[in-house]
């Protein structure tokens, strides 16, 4: 029970069913955006034919509502001359105008004419009727009809001359011919036909009533002009202005029905105007063409989708490294503490055990005082050693303290060090090598305690046959250069981006007691802190080797 209260608690299965549940929905955002596209593809496929339509029946309008009304600009005194030029200017800009017939009518209230459609005394006949067309050579082909051959038309002459005298029945001084009696009147519309005869001034109109109603009217003959324009929709050139939603646009007859080919996944179609109406547009795309377009849509969205996710990823992968590293910081914070305590109780120990000997010790020697008071000395500074970094490196890591630069001979602040190394550790087989011109600009206090850290640790992990330990202290262009090489028990490379961070002991039977993981940790921020750099190489089992770099200073004197 004691055990578990000391772990940090690591509740896993809430991180664990965020990244399920953002995983699903990035699933189901995914499926529903793909479906969401689809769907306005379709209802697009339906809605932008309009488009289509509009842009590729532009020609016909054109000739429809603009060019036929030119007609009525000559007042019905067209000849064929003047009429070959009117027609042949139709068809080459309208390829869909395949074949006109021009009728050159004569309307008159005399009796001596037999031909044509009389009606009371009006009499309208056709006086000559001759067609125009392309020919495959593109050549403009002029051909004037035979009685015959212009018989096979008559319905649709007779039927125009019936609607022209109905309406000159109802015409008096004050008709205004609106836009509907107009189309009503002078235009007939049949499949692939349009018929239209010229619109005659209000006068005139006027002029053939009384001729048609009056016997009394003096004998008169008028021109009229009526054209006949067949058409061929198939010739009509289509505008496909949405081609990443149509694959293929026909026109075809309206009777041809629909499509049955699988190969196609959408289709669509729409019925052309007026005189084109017995044919249709014919809209279609495969599915592969589609899912290219559902593609292209889909990837930005997906790629916003996929972002997000990513995001919510990260942020539980942050989650997670944050409980993992607060876990691995409360078990370094509880290792130091009992390390530190254990530091701490060691030399407390030995100090109450000396102190309760003297205490109910009646005669003490001279030899025991001088025991007694050795053993109190030394553990007093290893307790102030052990206080006095804890205490510098909480300052230098908060830059609470500014570093005491000194000018300083290089040989002359190593030589004590390694005296004292020799007193110290009389098993090390130690040696060093000092070769440099220049003198340190550094705080020696600090720097002492980086040798002293680095030569401990040289002699404390290192097995009782390999106590061996080389300083080399040499210099280049910029930086001093110290090396503090060891045959120790050497250090993992996966570990040595850890060694400096505070706490961190490198787990191994010499870091069982007596650590508390803040030596090389400490090294590091004073190198920091005098503005140098230290690195490490070492190969397990065969040793280490620390290298400081420190900013080179004046030239000895």
């Given at each position: 029970?004691?055990?578990?209260?000391?772990?940090?608690?690591?509740?896993?299965?809430?991180?664990?069913?965020?990244?399920?549940?953002?995983?699903?929905?990035?699933?189901?955002?995914?499926?529903?955006?793909?479906?969401?596209?689809?769907?306005?593809?379709?209802?697009?496929?339906?809605?932008?034919?309009?488009?289509?339509?509009?842009?590729?029946?532009?020609?016909?309008?054109?000739?429809?509502?603009?060019?036929?009304?030119?007609?009525?600009?000559?007042?019905?005194?067209?000849?064929?001359?003047?009429?070959?030029?009117?027609?042949?200017?139709?068809?080459?800009?309208?390829?869909?105008?395949?074949?006109?017939?021009?009728?050159?009518?004569?309307?008159?209230?005399?009796?001596?004419?037999?031909?044509?459609?009389?009606?009371?005394?009006?009499?309208?006949?056709?006086?000559?009727?001759?067609?125009?067309?392309?020919?495959?050579?593109?050549?403009?082909?002029?051909?004037?009809?035979?009685?015959?051959?212009?018989?096979?038309?008559?319905?649709?002459?007779?039927?125009?001359?019936?609607?022209f005298v109905g309406f000159l029945e109802r015409v008096t001084d004050s008709t205004r011919m609106s836009d509907d009696d107009i189309y009503k009147v002078f235009y007939t519309l049949n499949a692939g036909k349009v018929t239209y005869m010229n619109i005659p001034r209000l006068a005139d109109l006027m002029t053939y009533k009384k001729m048609m109603s009056s016997s009394?009217?003096?004998?008169?003959?008028?021109?009229?002009?009526?054209?006949?324009?067949?058409?061929?929709?198939?010739?009509?050139?289509?505008?496909?202005?949405?081609?990443?939603?149509?694959?293929?646009?026909?026109?075809?007859?309206?009777?041809?029905?629909?499509?049955?080919?699988?190969?196609?996944?959408?289709?669509t179609e729409l019925a052309l105007p007026g005189s084109l109406s017995d044919y249709k547009l014919q809209y279609t795309s495969s599915e592969k063409f589609i899912n290219t377009e559902i593609n292209r849509r889909f990837f930005p969205v997906s790629l916003g989708i996929s972002l997000i996710y990513l995001i919510l990823i990260l942020i539980a992968y942050l989650?997670?490294?944050?409980?993992?590293?607060?876990g691995r910081l409360f078990q370094l914070q509880y290792?130091?503490?009992?390390?530190?305590?254990?530091?701490?109780?060691?030399?407390?120990?030995?100090?109450?055990?000396?102190?309760?000997?003297?205490?109910?010790?009646?005669?003490?020697?001279?030899?025991?005082?001088?025991?007694?008071?050795?053993?109190?000395?030394?553990?007093?500074?290893?307790?102030?050693?052990?206080?006095?970094?804890?205490?510098?490196?909480?300052?230098?890591?908060?830059?609470?303290?500014?570093?005491?630069?000194?000018?300083?001979?290089?040989?002359?602040?190593?030589?004590p060090i390694f005296e004292a190394v020799k007193l110290k550790y009389p098993d090390l087989n130690f040696s060093y090598q000092i070769g440099v011109q220049n003198n340190m600009v550094v705080d020696p206090t600090l720097l002492l305690s980086v040798f002293q850290n680095m030569i401990d640790n040289a002699y404390k992990y290192s097995e009782p046959q390999h106590k061996y330990l080389n300083i080399d202290v040499q210099q280049n262009k910029k930086n001093f250069v110290i090396k503090f090489k060891d045959q120790g028990i050497g250090i993992n490379k996966k570990e040595f981006n850890s060694i400096f961070k505070k706490f961190y002991r490198v787990k191994n039977q010499f870091n069982q007691q007596g650590s508390i993981g803040l030596g090389l940790a400490f090294c590091k921020e004073i190198v920091d802190f005098m503005g140098g750099d230290i690195k490490v190489e070492s190969v397990l089992n065969e040793g280490t080797t620390f290298t400081l770099l420190l900013p080179i200073g004046p030239k000895k004197n």
């Open positions: 029970m004691a055990d578990n209260q000391l772990k940090y608690r690591k509740n896993f299965g809430l991180l664990i069913a965020f990244v399920v549940l953002v995983t699903i929905l990035f699933i189901v955002a995914m499926l529903a955006a793909r479906s969401m596209i689809i769907n306005l593809i379709e209802t697009e496929f339906n809605i932008k034919k309009i488009e289509v339509f509009d842009k590729s029946v532009q020609p016909f309008n054109e000739f429809f509502n603009g060019k036929i009304p030119e007609i009525s600009y000559y007042q019905g005194y067209l000849d064929s001359v003047k009429a070959a030029e009117y027609v042949e200017g139709v068809v080459r800009k309208y390829p869909f105008v395949k074949e006109v017939y021009f009728y050159d009518i004569n309307i008159t209230n005399s009796d001596s004419i037999e031909a044509g459609i009389r009606y009371n005394q009006l009499l309208i006949f056709p006086k000559n009727v001759i067609s125009f067309h392309l020919n495959k050579d593109n050549k403009f082909i002029v051909q004037r009809n035979q009685s015959e051959e212009a018989r096979v038309f008559v319905d649709d002459f007779n039927s125009m001359v019936l609607k009394d009217v003096p004998i008169a003959e008028y021109d009229q002009d009526m054209f006949m324009f067949f058409l061929d929709p198939s010739k009509l050139q289509i505008q496909n202005v949405v081609p990443n939603l149509y694959e293929k646009i026909e026109i075809l007859p309206v009777v041809s029905g629909n499509i049955t080919d699988q190969n196609y996944f959408f289709h989650i997670y490294r944050n409980v993992t590293i607060n290792d130091f503490i009992n390390n530190l305590t254990h530091e701490f109780k060691t030399p407390v120990s030995v100090i109450k055990i000396a102190g309760n000997n003297i205490q109910h010790s009646d005669n003490l020697s001279r030899g025991e005082q001088q025991m007694y008071g050795k053993i109190l000395d030394q553990e007093a500074d290893k307790l102030n050693s052990l206080m006095n970094k804890l205490l510098s490196f909480a300052q230098i890591e908060n830059k609470s303290i500014k570093p005491l630069k000194e000018e300083i001979d290089v040989e002359e602040f190593c030589a």
